[in-house]
């Protein structure tokens, strides 16, 4: 069985995870800018229908992060799961290292929850020490591709990180996922799978808001149901779901 995890960053997005029955969600906002925190608002949304892992990333760019911006992290952490999540996802790093102070105040704050580690771990100089360290500090997944690119470069690197893993965490690989690439992650042992299965939804006037905004006329990303529904078919197909 390799689980399927779908980024989401509104209601259509929770709700075609649930029509689709995937195995878990990562709720985020802002996915166009790689995702930040989203609203206590749509958490409670999402909680209690597929099981939903929170982004917790207190802004865009990089990820060092200041006291302040640690501190909000770990209180939205506990926002989060006290909203319903069943985990959350963050990331941080210190000198080119993992920020192993952030990481172990938010494995506290969540408690029994599932602490995912997110794709900062691909800026790691030494993958194979920071999965170890991961595991000391009680993370209990880490989002990879494998490579500081795509997925579709990081193949062999992800068998690597499933054999060291042994299973103690699991390796989720995520970036750049698409249908057809995934008999080729299936065939690196992966035992979960991460896709945003994105589309544009064109909207209507002329009023554009916010410095990065690109125009009414380029729309608005959501989730594709179609595009998650090929990925579970093609999973279906590398015989690893029923």
Known sequence: MVNLELAVQDEHGIDVAARLKADRIELCSALPLGGVTPSLGLIEAAAGTTPVHVLVRPRPGGFEYTPAEVATTIRDVRHAISAGAAGVVIGGLRDGHIDSALVDGVVC??????????????????????????????????????????????????????????????????????????????????????????????DSGALTLGSAAQGPESGRETTDERTALRIIEALRDAGVRP
């Open 109 to 202: 704050a969540a408690g029994t929850a599932t602490v995912t580690f997110h794709r900062a771990f691909d800026l790691l100089p030494d993958p194979f020490h920071a999965l170890e360290e991961l595991i000391t500090l009680g993370v209990g997944r880490i989002l990879t591709a494998g490579c500081p690119t795509v997925v579709a470069d990081g193949l062999p690197s992800l068998r690597r990180l499933v054999s060291a893993a042994a299973g103690r965490l699991e390796v989720q690989a995520g970036g750049g996922v698409v249908p057809s690439l995934i008999p080729a992650l299936v065939s690196t042992g992966v035992p979960a799978v991460h896709a945003s299965a994105k589309t544009v939804v064109r």
